[in-house]
């Protein structure tokens, strides 16, 4: 089927379907062919008017007109912001005053986008594709395609973004035009600088030009006999907490703090992108936002203790992440899962104290506070690292996330102002391009020529030092999310265009607002059995079973349902969704069948008790009262000797099924509330979907027995 809102020959992206718009796949040339109107656009732009009194925007509002008090007592002046708002000037940008959604398209902004997200474009005029050409493709996101491109009216490099996004899903337009409003918003040297859009009033796509850069964190630290002096290190994390310390004052989270989003130009100035997961906060009037950002590596306890309400120091445990790595030469909590990685967190930070999980009330501190406390051993672990590094380290890495200071703070401890300092960025040496990409690159071919290569030799990756262990993609924070979808789905895959870039269902009952998370993209990872998301099929790392299964010349969505790991935010709930479900009334409330309960059921297969398994192989001893009870409740035998479980049995693996399991918990009824709105709202939405899936087929049906009566066929 083709686009919905332009006819064929409008662009390059109108020959691709929508399912093909939402692959990976490079479209082929930016040259635009002449555009030409449409009546499906002028009917797509009478509805879904953009509701300018969402939360979101009421809130940027509010920090535009006053000033905005920011974590560490600072204020920041709005007053630019305001009139940065009210008029726009950009170099190799048109610059028009506030317009309504109907000048915004009548100066060439597609109407998907105006009635959507025009805020996000306010003030702009759109670039047109053929002022660029395209070179090579230099990066691959989640949400994205990057290429580098030649401005051909300012005759400079730049990177284009290829966004993906359904324009015919007012949600997934609003969640991209997201990532355009925070960029909008911050302007620092190390912040990443959107420079324009690129799309047209027939397109159906969007391009973000970005100044260009060569390398990024991850790529450069991971490239071959490259080693970072310390200098070196100081002056990365100088700018990194620099761009931080502005985007914290601007009100804006980036809550995907990772290597290969810290990009690095030949002249050594690194600067902070990707704000794909960011978000508006305002610490004066807290909303609740989802837990569930941040890559996993880097990703702080509360987050994986279910926090809603977090702020700034989410970002400042990432920075301490890279900090540590930068030093160590290698990741140093790449946990496979959220259960894995809060275990490693513990194990090196210690566990929070009383205090913290008294004040904190974490939605999964019942289930995950051990009951013997870790002890924290930071300071052992990396004796070997300089005083100050360590100390940066200690505060940045606090468990209580009060504790881990600001950007602005960090910038004034002593790991800046002792010896060696932070060299100059422009005397740092040329690199040849190095980006996570090419170090992913880099290991395909090597694993390519590995597996070629004569038996019991082996891969060049594997002989390389401890340095080249940061090419391993870390696992992505919407890998995560994908992951808990797809496991409360309880598929691996969606065919459904709205299930791939609507939020999940809790994600809207559980009301917030402002902040779903990233939606969709999903159903193109491939997950390994441990959670990881494989971004292409000849990704390193074991395969998926789905992969597996299409490589064996299957459909992969017809591959077996395969529980892929413990998911923290998915297990206090899991038996909450289970109760609902065989409730009678919440049968009647959903419209659920009996027959359709065992169906719906079957989704969870053991879910809860394996994941209450795996942290219990994973540290026994450390086992919360929460868990243990749990697995006592829920039959789950174990081999440890550890006198916490004994009693429960010594049969390894085997695990008996013993009916509801109650967690003891005071948010129990709250959790059964929600999760009754969930499931109503995931009805409602499968209710939506398969007519919307009848409509388009019609459409569609309509589509070829028109085109067919043209042709004459
Ligand atoms: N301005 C730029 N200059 C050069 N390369 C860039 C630029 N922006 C992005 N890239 C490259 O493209 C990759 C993907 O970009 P980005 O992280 O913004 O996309 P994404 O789809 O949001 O990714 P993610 O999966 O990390 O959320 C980056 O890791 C980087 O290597």
């Not at 050409?133 to 290429?147: F, M």
């Not at 690199?431 to 090419?438: L, T």
Request: glycine share 6%.
């Amino acid at each position: 089927m083709g686009c919905m809102c332009c006819k064929p020959s409008a662009i390059e992206d109108s020959k691709e379907s929508p399912r093909e718009r939402l692959s990976s796949k490079p479209s082929s040339d930016l040259r635009v062919s002449r555009a030409t109107s449409s009546r499906r656009e002028e009917a797509y732009r009478a509805k879904d008017q953009y509701d300018s009194n969402d939360g979101r925007t009421m809130l940027i509002d509010k920090q535009v007109n006053g000033s905005l008090r920011v974590h560490g007592g600072e204020h920041v002046d709005r007053k630019r912001d305001k009139s940065e708002h009210a008029v726009l000037h950009h170099p190799g940008m048109g610059s028009i005053p506030r317009a309504t959604e109907g000048e915004q398209v009548a100066a060439g902004w597609p109407s998907w986008l105006a009635a959507v997200a025009g805020e996000a474009i306010k003030g702009w005029l759109p670039r047109r594709a053929d002022s660029f050409e395209k070179l090579d493709k230099i990066g691959q996101g989640t949400y994205s395609n990057v290429y580098r491109a030649r401005d051909l009216d300012q005759n400079k490099i730049v990177a284009l973004k290829k966004v993906r996004f359904d324009n015919l899903e007012p949600e997934s337009v609003r969640f991209m035009a997201r990532e355009i409003h925070i960029l909008r918003r911050l302007d620092h040297p190390n912040v990443i600088k959107l420079e324009g859009l690129v799309t047209s009033r027939m397109s159906c796509s969007l391009y973000l030009v970005f100044e260009y850069m060569e390398h990024d964190l991850a790529g450069l630290a991971s490239h071959p006999g490259l080693n970072f002096t310390e200098a070196q290190v100081k002056c990365y994390m100088q700018q990194l907490l620099r761009g931080l310390d502005h985007c914290h004052s601007r009100g804006v989270l980036h809550r995907d703090i990772k290597g290969s989003n810290l990009l690095i130009d030949n002249n050594g100035i690194l600067k902070i992108a990707d704000f794909g997961l960011a978000s508006f906060y305002d610490p004066a009037q807290v909303q609740p936002l989802t837990s569930r950002v941040v890559t996993l590596w880097y990703r702080p306890p509360e987050l994986l203790l279910g926090a809603t309400y977090y702020g700034i120091a989410v970002d400042l445990w990432s920075t301490g992440c890279i900090l540590a790595e930068l030093y160590a030469g290698k990741p140093i909590m790449p946990g496979r899962t959220e259960v894995e990685q809060l275990h490693k967190i513990f194990k090196l930070c210690g566990s929070p104290s009383e205090d913290y999980w008294r004040k904190s009330k974490l939605p999964h501190a019942t289930i995950f506070k051990p009951q013997q406390p870790y002890r924290r051993c930071v300071a052992e672990t990396f004796k070997e690292f300089p005083a100050p590094a360590l100390a940066l380290m200690e505060t940045l890495l606090a468990i209580d996330p009060a504790d881990r200071g600001s950007a602005a703070s960090a910038l004034r401890s002593e790991f800046f102002t002792t010896k060696p300092l932070p060299c100059d960025p422009s005397s740092l040496p040329d690199y040849p391009p190095s980006k996570e990409f090419d170090a992913k690159m880099r290991d395909e071919e090597a694993r390519r020529q590995g597996a070629a290569g004569s038996k019991g030799q082996k891969p060049d990756m594997e002989r390389r030092g401890q340095r080249e262990s940061r090419a391993v993609p870390a696992p992505d924070a919407n890998a995560e999310l994908v992951l808990s979808i797809q496991k409360r789905h309880g598929r691996p895959n969606s065919k459904s265009r709205s299930e791939k870039f609507n939020p999940h269902p809790e994600e809207v009952a559980s009301g917030f607002p402002i902040d779903p998370p990233r939606p969709s993209q999903a159903a193109e990872s491939n997950m390994d059995p441990q959670g990881h998301q494989h971004k292409r099929a000849s990704h390193s790392g074991p395969l998926s079973h789905r992969a597996a299964w299409a490589k064996a010349g299957r459909n992969p969505d017809d591959a077996p349902k395969i529980y892929t790991g413990a998911d923290l935010s998915t297990i206090s709930s899991l038996e909450a969704v289970r109760r609902s479900l065989l409730s009678e009334d919440h049968r009647e409330r959903s419209g659920l069948s009996q027959p359709e309960v065992p169906k719906l059921m079957a989704r969870f297969p053991g879910s809860f008790k394996e994941t209450l398994e795996s942290f219990a192989q994973q540290d026994p001893k450390h086992l919360s009262q929460g868990v243990a009870g749990s697995l006592q409740k829920e039959g789950v035998r174990n081999n440890s000797k550890d006198p916490v479980l004994l009693g429960y049995g010594s049969k390894a693996h085997k695990i008996h099924y013993s009916g509801p399991l109650i967690v003891p918990s005071g948010n129990m009824d709250q959790m059964l509330k929600d999760h009754d709105r969930q499931i109503q709202e995931a009805v409602r939405r499968a209710r939506l979907d398969k007519a919307r899936v009848r409509k388009v087929q019609a459409e569609s049906y309509q589509i070829s027995a028109n085109s067919l009566f043209v042709s004459g066929r």
